[in-house]
């Protein structure tokens, strides 16, 4: 699922590759606690959303309707 950091110090550092890297060299480090806290707490895929998505539209939509019950 993630990869390793081809750069050395990036991965000692983090420990994994980064999610996905901006055009400007940002990166997003996957947030692994994070991700295991929501896998063992809610059912398969609920809640887990990409900071890497060009918009966040469709996560806040999903995130609503939740809410919302529906």
Known sequence: MFEDSPDPDY????????????????????????????????PPGAGVFSICEDSFQSSFAAISAALMGG
Do not use: H, K, N, Y
């Not at 480090?29 to 994070?34: E, N």
């Open 11 to 42: 991965q000692l550092l983090f420990g994994i590759g980064p999610g996905c890297v901006a055009g400007d060299g940002a990166t997003a480090v996957p947030p692994m606690r994070l991700l295991e806290l929501i896998e063992d707490s809610s």
